[in-house]
């Protein structure tokens, strides 16, 4: 059975993830009224991908006995100036993410919530993951410096992802 403190942390964090779901749309929705196709799947993807995420939160908390408590979903930016700047503020969510993680883990340890302590193990190593994946894009479009040619082959190379 989960702890109040730890019931109302892991629902938080249900929240955050939704969050990040709705702003990688955002981003996906930018990138294709750019024509930006590539770009606009991968960020369909990672979309999907924190969804699934905020769907491990839910399943767990129901699991464990708690009440899933769904929150308003905060309204993302819509627009962005260039790829670049959508990768950094990317990078900048994940690290964001990160830091809740690590929070919502020092309060499963708080609470001796071994179950939970485990469980959130999988979206530590997770973050690793989603940092260095938006980090390596960044980067890439840092070298490129918004040229048209680098711009397009990366947008093909990015449209690959499933």
Do not use: C
Request: proline share 2%; charged share 25%; hydrophobic share 40%.
């Amino acid at each position: 059975m989960l702890t109040e403190t730890v019931e109302k942390a892991l629902n938080e964090q249900i929240n955050k993830e939704l969050f990040s779901a709705y702003l990688y749309l955002s981003m996906a929705a930018d990138f294709e009224s750019k024509n930006l196709a590539g770009f606009a799947k991968w960020m369909k993807a990672q979309s999907a991908e924190e969804l699934n995420h905020a769907m491990k939160l839910f399943n767990y908390v129901l699991e464990r006995g708690g009440h899933v408590e769904l929150m308003a979903i905060e309204k993302p930016q819509q627009t962005w100036e260039s790829p670049l700047k959508v990768f950094q503020d990317a990078y900048d969510h994940e690290r964001f993410i990160t830091q809740s993680i690590y929070s919502l883990l020092e309060i499963a340890q708080s609470a001796k919530d071994y179950g939970t302590i485990e469980f959130l193990q999988w979206y530590v190593k997770e973050q690793v993951e989603e940092e260095a994946q938006a980090e390596h894009v960044m980067k890439k479009l840092e070298m490129i410096n918004d040229a048209p040619a680098g711009l397009l082959m990366l947008d093909h190379e990015l449209g690959q992802r499933e």
